[in-house]
């Protein structure tokens, strides 16, 4: 059984007559990272809220390492670290003395601060950059010493709520490196995000939610899962491709669905390795492709899928 540090129970929260969370229950373990995805308004923010301890729950509960998460200081809340997506830092102060004001409102002081401070410098790749001012950092070095900022009291438990919003692709991957760093030191991540690609290159469990209620909660690999097509092969026709061949294509047994788009063909396919086969048939039916490419089913069709809107919909 995997160590588990976090659950949530049966969490509810209304907003007057709204109800804006509806029974939402998932449990994370040490050194797992856990994608929370849902469209604007599916109750994403609200369930981090309670999580957190900034908003208290109408039903349920919440526990870190056997520790229920209250309101106010409390030794579950010591366990965990926030990293929000508005910026938490003071322009006008060195890196090294935002941290050090951060690390004081966690009890850090001495030399136990001064150490922390580096460590966290260290881990998002901005040591070099300690003496300088956020003012004259870019976005993405700013999003990294929010983390560094987080990560002072070395929480068991970090959220990141849309970390990469505005960041460049550089500090992007130093962003995606400190994560991978510390899941290896067994921290449990959970992640939000509006991108499909960092959910997929991170996530070891995702939840889903939308209209307030967990619609899926389980592996990347258990979601694929639920789309019949595992795999996608696109081409372009060097000619029209004949509708009696498009319907015998259709029968394929490896062929879960064909679309046309433009002067191109989707097909989905029920398992990678069948693409070429696929494009034998075609071959033999006088069918040729001036290109083609193959792709696994995405994270982003899995969604649409499931909620019947883009991720990035209001």
């Not at 300088?132 to 070095?141: E, L």
Request: proline share 4%; with cysteine; net charge neutral.
């Amino acid at each position: 059984m995997p160590d588990i540090l976090l659950s949530v129970n049966n969490l509810h929260k209304s907003f007057g007559v709204r109800q804006a969370v509806k029974a939402v229950s998932f449990q994370l373990a040490k050194g797992q990272t856990l994608g929370l995805l849902g469209p604007n308004g599916a109750g994403k923010s609200t369930t981090v809220s309670m999580i957190c301890g900034l908003l208290k729950p109408d039903q349920g509960e919440v526990t870190i390492g056997g520790q229920r998460v209250a309101q106010g200081n409390n030794a579950a809340k010591k366990m965990m670290g926030l990293v929000p997506q508005d910026l938490a830092l003071y322009d006008d102060l060195s890196a090294r003395e935002n941290l050090r004001i951060f690390g004081a409102l966690y009890g850090l002081t001495g030399a136990t601060l001064k150490t922390r401070c580096a460590q966290a410098l260290d881990l998002v790749q901005l040591s070099d950059r300690l003496a300088d001012k956020p003012s004259t950092f870019s976005g993405g070095m700013k999003r990294r010493l929010n983390i560094a900022a987080a990560l002072l009291h070395t929480p068991q438990l970090l959220i990141l709520d849309e970390p990469t919003v505005g960041v460049d692709p550089q500090s992007r991957n130093a962003i995606f490196d400190s994560l991978e760093v510390l899941k290896r030191q067994g921290c449990a991540l959970i992640y939000t995000s509006h991108y499909m690609e960092e959910v997929e290159r991170l996530a070891d469990h995702i939840v889903i939610i939308d209209h307030g209620v967990v619609i899926a909660n389980e592996s990347p690999a258990a979601l694929y899962q639920r789309l019949p097509a595992q795999a996608a092969l696109r081409l372009t026709p060097q000619a029209p491709v004949p509708a009696h061949t498009l319907d015998a294509l259709k029968s394929l047994a490896a062929v879960v669905g064909v679309t046309v788009e433009g002067d191109d063909l989707l097909i989905g396919l029920a398992a990678a390795e069948q693409a070429q086969d696929v494009m034998l048939w075609l071959t033999q039916q006088g069918c040729r492709a001036s290109q083609f490419s193959t792709a696994r089913t995405s994270l982003e069709a899995i969604f649409l899928t499931l909620t019947g809107r883009s991720l990035r919909d209001a």
